[in-house]
């Protein structure tokens, strides 16, 4: 069973530039989240989708961020304009539907704004 | 709101000296209670959770409601328990994962 995926593995993109994330969960997750770990920080809480729904974008940090699941499958993260403070890796995680069931991870994002 | 707290950045041992890992926690109910691990160059695993109440590759972890924590331990740290170890809860129902800052355990041959 292949994990989930996600693309870019890494990105440097100049400040003002946009960058567009891809995750494709396991294959018949409902439930897709998006998380980030700035330097020397926790791993925070993006949103969450429940198919192509957003169930919770209460750790989506500002208007510059726009999660998308069109169709339930993959998701993309784009940032527009990024920032400098938005460097860090960008982690996606997929779950199915049964409550408790483990949350696998992709292996991350690393994103760099210089 | 509910908060995880990993009070070590590092944490240095000898192989086989016993480790341990803190892992404190608020949250007023009943959370679920899990210690993720990222070895280097993978991604983030799970590595065990306190409802199942298994060891795993020698870890336990007891979730302590007094004392709000959830430290994992091993009696006998081997090299490739080296890796970046992360402590999470869970609240009921679909929530998402709220995550520590992590401590890089390193094992010293």
């Known amino acids: 069973e292949a994990g989930v995926t996600q693309f870019p593995s890494h990105s440097v993109i100049e400040k003002g530039q946009t960058v567009t994330l891809r995750c494709d969960p396991i294959s018949g997750h409902d439930n897709l989240y998006w998380y980030r770990r700035v330097m020397g920080k926790e791993i925070k809480f993006l949103l969450h989708?429940?198919?192509?729904?957003?169930?919770?974008e209460s750790g989506m940090p500002n208007n510059r961020f726009l999660a998308e699941r069109t169709g339930g499958t993959y998701s993309t993260l784009k940032v527009q304009p990024a920032e400098l403070e938005d460097s860090g890796v960008y982690f996606c995680?997929?779950?199915?539907?049964?409550?408790?069931?483990?949350?696998?991870f992709g292996e991350g994002s690393w994103l760099t704004v210089v | 709101a509910q908060r995880v707290t990993q009070p070590e950045k590092l944490l240095s041992v000898f192989k086989g000296a016993p480790v341990e890992l803190k892992c404190n926690y608020s949250?007023?109910?009943?959370?679920?209670l899990f210690w993720y691990v990222q070895y280097s160059r993978q991604r983030l695993q799970l590595l065990l959770r306190?409802?199942s109440r298994e060891s795993i590759k020698g870890f336990t972890a007891d979730l302590n409601k007094g004392e709000t924590s959830f430290h994992l331990k091993k009696p006998f740290a081997q090299e490739e328990d080296s890796a970046m170890y992360y402590c999470?809860?869970?609240?009921?129902?679909?929530?998402?994962?709220?995550f520590g800052k992590g401590t890089r355990l390193s094992v010293i041959a």
């Open positions: 306190h409802i």
């Open positions: 989708f429940v198919k192509e729904s957003k169930q919770d």
């Open positions: 949250y007023s109910g009943s959370p679920e």
């Open positions: 999470a809860l869970s609240t009921p129902g679909n929530t998402p994962l709220v």
């Open positions: 995680a997929s779950r199915d539907g049964t409550a408790g069931n483990t949350i696998y």
